[in-house]
């Protein structure tokens, strides 16, 4: 089955700089690859996502990218901001088509 | 707004205790999924249902066991609590289509003592 593993499992960057947050998945029959937030005390919350004949895909701070040949994808964070501090998740749905598969997940902290 | 609600926000339960864990969405949808989230090891599929009496083992299914007999509704069993079942409980649901967004539950954060 899917396997999905993300990297680094903590990461602390100064506010404005910048943060990436990696993943590999195992099924290269996926095809779909959400990325989840999760703020301390509260639920995930999907934040961007991306298909699998896409490359890149961007919505204003956040960026995510895609390599199908290498499978393996990354969340990018611009000019990071306090409220960036959070939990972020990636996942990956395989072969079997409504299995849902999350990475280790990633505590991000955004140093003032 | 979606809304999957869970029954419990906090539980503890005795080692041995059969304990149920609910969670209802109101939107229709057709996948369910529990999920549990320890530190370090990310959120683990347990089982996903996706549709009415279907139900599919996730990654962890030991020790659970699940129930769909309305739409709405997704029960996890846990048929004889054990210390290392000790977790936050995650329920989400989402359509149908494979690329559909997962809503989440508040979460129930299970103590078996």
């Known amino acids: 089955g899917e396997n999905v593993e993300q990297h680094p499992s903590t990461l602390s960057v100064q506010e404005g700089d910048s943060a990436v947050i990696k993943c590999t998945y195992s099924?290269?029959?996926?095809?779909?690859f959400p990325w989840y937030k999760q703020e301390l005390g509260k639920r995930p919350q999907l934040i961007i996502d991306?298909?699998?004949?896409?490359g890149e895909k961007k919505d204003q701070r956040i960026a995510v990218t895609l390599n199908k040949t290498a499978k393996h994808f990354s969340l990018h964070i611009t000019e990071t901001q306090p409220e960036d501090s959070a939990v972020y998740f990636c996942?990956?749905?395989?072969?079997?088509?409504?299995?849902?598969?999350f990475g280790q997940g990633t505590r991000l902290t955004i140093n003032p | 707004d979606v809304k999957v609600t869970q029954s419990s926000r906090y539980l503890v339960k005795r080692t041995g205790e059969k304990v149920f864990l609910e969670c209802v969405q109101d939107?229709?949808?057709?996948?369910m999924f529990w999920y549990r989230q320890d530190p370090g090891l990310g959120l683990r599929l347990i089982y996903f249902?996706?549709?009415?009496?279907?139900?599919e083992k996730g990654d962890i299914p030991e020790g659970y066991s699940v129930s769909r007999e309305k739409k709405e509704r997704f029960s996890l069993i846990l048929e004889s609590a054990s210390t290392n079942q000790t977790s936050m409980y995650l329920c989400?649901?989402?359509?149908?289509?494979?690329?559909?967004?997962?809503?989440f539950g508040q979460g129930t954060r299970l103590t078996v003592v």
């Open positions: 989400a649901s989402s359509l149908w289509d494979r690329r559909a967004e997962a809503f």
């Open positions: 099924d290269s029959a996926s095809n779909y």
């Open positions: 991306i298909r699998s004949n896409v």
């Open positions: 996942a990956a749905i395989g072969r079997r088509a409504q299995k849902l598969v």
């Open positions: 939107m229709d949808h057709e996948n």
């Open positions: 249902s996706y549709d009415v009496k279907m139900k």
